[in-house]
């Protein structure tokens, strides 16, 4: 595959400027339009074979128009002059339905101009198919020469998301999203019981913000001897004991747990009532903003649009805001909000930077940026010696959490045993650890430091109603958490 | 039904984009294009406000190329020419590419399979293009009446109209035009999601303001009876569960069990397991893209343009058999059951089924709850999962909206969330006799499925942590 080209300025320029011109006369009191061109290369391998390879382009036009207070979206992909101008008109008359019950009063934002483009090394869309395939079939040579295991499994993602903003006060904005990443997963029987190992990370892998480069950092066929046993093994292992536990969780695991425990609740748009429709409130009420008590001293969460790597870092989110850092959590006191322009508003702050749209169908929401926990001090192996009787969680299986984001249940690929400070080389199969989120990050009694701090990425989170997926990366390093409730299914 | 009404991508536009795409070919045996529309409007409902609102033209061609055994899969939203052209030049050159690897696993595209024709009430004209405004006027009362209450209205008006068209070098030549309304409707005290809520939805090919006042008044009085929700203690439940909690399970059980990925891995609770009972005699599901009941949005073909043929997934508690694609049949040795997924989506993974039925039995729901000594009315889940041993088919998930202690058959008050977690097969194995519920209700996911269930009864439904 050769490299891509870009969204020529002049037309992206041309479709802008029709857009606002109609929306204008249409009604409206302030536009802006996003050109978007998406490209992703998918690749699923089997047993050692490129099983599927697919390529996907996206072009259209996403307008958002101001009428009185009332926001209205439309987007197309019929980009002749009538299609945009029929799909303008389309925005101000969803604006029209919105200002007629809004109750908040919005201000246009001020003028920008932004250019952004990820730095790469290795722009992963002039790679040859050669060598994506590479590192899979290597590392699945070696897990499916190991006895026991049943097959092998790997997927590879490639994204760029370019984008053009234009509003009707001027306001201008360029910027190129390069992703890549992928991983692998080792299958493993043993009579009726099936078991997986992956790595990095399950599902997609980790897919961060960066080149083909990546890939000489998850060196896969490095990892794959140690997924593939495992795999075997866990078939073999008994359940975990029910019980209250240290739990120490590995990264990746980590990850999605503030992801789903910190990254959500702190969506000001929930708190506001606005993700009832789909995916509930959130227990973190603008009341409780300086005052709650959300976790232990050690704890410092952070939203980050611009930290490397971060597959949610840019330039400027999907309104023209630059990319900020906002602190969501503080020496454990919950002291910040995820939010765009109009909510935070509503709360006399500024925005942080993450109003963000799938793509130039949807309308841009509130999503998470990189939401990372700050390192602390020491090694995973630090963290170990402070455990008496505990495990270390690894790799994600299953999640769960509640509507208020309380409750949460999230499953493993594997637990390992850890008594008297050390690791016993005992694992358990089909592990889960259940808790409420301020009294398990009240429970946080250590962070590893700097050295084992990573980026971890996440490119299916869905949000919104119609859904809406989007990347995110949480930056973590393991950390220990006290009185946890422990379990195999 | 109503008169047909102008539309973007009309039986001529869509001809037009596949014949220009097909005009590409140049270096393929074989070669398929595929074209999905949607022109829908969106509203979403929060506070008892719009507070989102948005229409969506969105046409989108895949191409997938043959040549020599080897397959390629494209796929744009760029319909100029150059943009097609591109499409069908990156399928070609992969299929080239693959061409070599195709040893044991040749590609090829399906000739039609025989043809099964949509229902005639899968286009409703006025529900394809029902405009802002007149959802608003619709709506107008219930927000009323919530606001007057004291109550947050909060949901989403989702409706209109979906094209698909399939075109190959075998001889598929498809096209089906459906119009569809994704609605729901949530009753919350306030601060909403914190204290008492109920909720209806449905996902159909018609809606009317009929429908949306029933619902809506449905849900402002059970979210009156839901106040002051307690406390109940963990454990077994016996359970009543409404048709939209039935959906959340039916859902995970198509994603881990029914696909072709999950079978041909043996991480299906129904590998190795056909002809074998996997759960409960009072189970029986099918697959059926028509919509046999009446009831939901209608889907003829798949995404290869084959025809969706009537699956029996589950019958009388047997596994009989899982959902096909032409490549997951070939792999099988047997014949395609029309259950391809889109490639456009990024986690598309072999075949899906994505219109199953929970075939009913002849219960009310009052007389499911009259059975009930002690136990919960349950009107749907949240959040669940069933990713966690997908060979028993484990799930969690957590109580959402409006869940009721039930004593002596009679509804006493509502329950705080809790946490379910259990082999749901093994559930479905604890509904008693005369515990399958007789309506049926369609549900919708994100991706548009559509699943048909009724109320159930389940004995001893396990319950793990609260909050």
Not at chain 2, 339 to 353: E, F, I, N, Y
Request: net charge negative; charged share 25%; hydrophobic share 40%.
């Amino acid at each position: 595959m050769s490299g891509l080209e870009p969204i020529p300025e002049a037309l992206a320029d041309e479709l802008a400027q029709g857009a606002i011109r109609a929306a204008i006369s249409a009604g409206a009191r302030f536009v802006e339009v996003r050109v978007v061109k998406r490209d992703r290369e998918a690749l699923d391998f089997r047993d050692g074979i490129l099983d599927r390879r697919r390529v996907d382009r996206d072009l259209g036009v996403g307008i958002r128009a101001l009428v009185g207070d009332g926001w209205g979206h439309a987007g197309t992909n019929v980009l002749s002059r009538d299609g945009v101008a029929r799909a303008a008109e389309g925005a101000v008359l969803a604006a029209k339905a919105t200002a007629a019950t809004a109750r908040q009063p919005v201000v246009t934002p001020p003028n920008f101009d932004i250019t952004y483009e990820t730095p790469l090394v290795r722009d992963p869309f002039t790679v040859g198919l050669d060598e994506k395939v590479a590192p899979f079939a290597a590392a699945h040579d070696v897990m499916m020469a190991v006895n026991g295991v049943s097959g092998a499994r790997g997927t590879a993602v490639f994204l760029s998301k370019e984008v053009w903003l234009f509003t009707s006060g001027g306001g201008r904005g360029h910027q190129r999203q390069v992703l890549s990443g992928g991983g692998v997963t080792a299958l493993a029987k043993h009579g009726d019981d099936v078991q997986i190992r992956s790595a990095p990370k399950g599902f997609e892998g980790n897919v961060l913000q960066a080149g083909f480069e990546v890939f000489d950092d998850l060196d896969l066929p490095g990892e794959a001897q140690r997924v593939a046993d495992e795999a075997v093994a866990l078939t073999r292992a008994e359940p975990l004991p029910a019980g209250e536990k240290t739990v120490i969780l590995a990264g990746s695991q980590l990850s999605l747990q503030i992801h789903e425990s910190v990254g959500h609740p702190t969506e000001l748009d929930r708190a506001f009532g606005e993700e009832i429709s789909l995916a509930g409130a959130s227990f973190l009420l603008p009341e409780k903003l300086d005052r709650l008590q959300f976790g232990s001293e050690r704890v410092n969460l952070t939203a980050d649009a611009t930290t490397p790597l971060g597959p949610g870092t840019f330039g400027f989110d999907d309104e023209g805001t630059p990319a900020t850092v906002t602190p969501l959590v503080e020496r454990g006191r919950f002291v910040g909000y995820l939010s765009g322009r109009d909510a935070a508003a509503r709360l006399g702050k500024p925005s942080a930077s993450a109003l963000r749209a799938e793509s130039w169908e949807h309308l841009p929401i509130v999503r998470m940026v990189n939401v990372n926990l700050e390192p602390g001090e020491g090694s995973l192996a630090d963290l170990v010696a402070g455990v008496d009787d505990g495990v270390l969680l690894d790799v994600n299986k299953s999640w769960s959490i509640d509507d208020l984001r309380l409750n949460f249940q999230f499953g493993c690929e594997i637990a390992y045993a850890i008594e008297g400070g050390r690791l016993t080389g005992e694992i358990y199969k089909n592990p889960v650890y259940t808790g409420v989120t301020p009294k398990f990050w009240g429970g946080c009694s250590g962070i590893a430091g700097p050295e084992a701090w990573q980026m971890w990425g996440w490119s299916y989170c869905g949000k919104g109603d119609p859904v809406q997926l989007m990347f995110v990366g949480h930056g973590c390093a393991p950390a220990r958490f006290e009185r946890v409730n422990v379990r195999s299914t | 039904m109503s008169a047909p009404r102008p539309t973007v991508f009309d039986r001529a536009a869509t001809d037009d984009i596949i014949a220009r795409t097909m005009a590409r070919r140049a270096a393929s045996d074989d070669l398929e294009v595929a074209f999905t529309g949607r022109e829908v409007a969106t509203m979403r409902l929060a506070e008892s406000r719009v507070v989102q609102a948005g229409r969506a033209t969105v046409g989108r061609v895949t191409v997938r190329a043959v040549r020599a055994g080897g397959l390629g899969i494209s796929t744009t939203t760029d319909l100029s020419d150059d943009g097609l052209a591109a499409c069908v030049r990156e399928a070609e050159a992969q299929a080239a590419t693959a061409s070599p690897h195709a040893e044991g696993d040749a590609a090829s595209l399906s000739a039609p399979g025989p043809s099964r024709e949509a229902p005639s009430w899968a286009l409703d004209a006025d529900t394809a293009w029902l405009d802002g405004e007149t959802k608003a006027r619709w709506l107008a009362t219930a927000l009323e009446a919530h606001e007057k209450d004291g109550l947050a209205l909060a949901g989403r008006f989702h409706t209109g109209l979906g094209t698909r068209a399939v075109r190959s070098t075998a001889g598929v030549d498809a096209f089906h035009q459906g119009s569809y309304a994704d609605l729901a409707l949530s009753a919350l005290e306030r601060p909403a999601g914190h204290r008492a809520s109920a909720y209806r939805a449905t996902y159909t090919a018609r809606v009317d303001a009929g429908v949306i006042a029933t619902m809506a008044e449905e849900v402002r009085a059970t979210c009156h009876r839901a106040h002051d929700p307690r406390p109940v203690p963990l454990g077994a439940w016996d359970v009543v569960l409404m048709p939209a909690a039935v959906a959340d399970l039916l859902l995970w059980l198509a994603e881990i069990g029914f696909g072709s990925r999950a079978v041909e891995d043996g991480t299906s609770f129904l590998a190795e397991r056909f002809g074998q009972r996997v759960t409960g005699e009072r189970v029986t599901l099918v697959d059926d893209g028509l919509m046999p009941y009446g009831v939901g949005v209608p889907s003829p073909f798949d995404a290869e343009g084959q025809p969706r043929q009537r699956v029996s997934l589950i019958e009388g508690g047997v596994g009989r058999s899982g959902v096909h694609d032409s490549r997951s049949a070939r792999r099988a040795g047997c014949a395609g059951t029309g259950h391809a997924s889109d490639p456009a989506q990024l986690a598309a993974d072999g075949a899906r089924a994505n219109h199953v039925h929970f075939l009913p039995g002849s219960a009310g729901v009052d007389e499911l709850v009259g059975q009930l000594d002690r136990g919960l009315l349950i009107s749907r889940f949240h959040y669940v999962n069933g990713m966690l041993e997908p060979r028993r088919a484990v799930m969690t998930g957590l109580l959402r909206d409006a869940a009721f202690l039930v004593e002596g058959g009679r509804q006493r008050h509502a329950v705080e969330t809790m946490r379910f977690t259990d082999s749901i097969l093994e559930a479905f194995a604890r509904i008693p006799a005369g515990g399958v519920g007789r309506d049926l209700e369609p549900h919708t996911t994100f991706d548009g499925e559509c699943f048909v269930c009724p109320p159930l009864l389940i004995r001893g439904l396990q319950f793990t942590s609260g909050r």
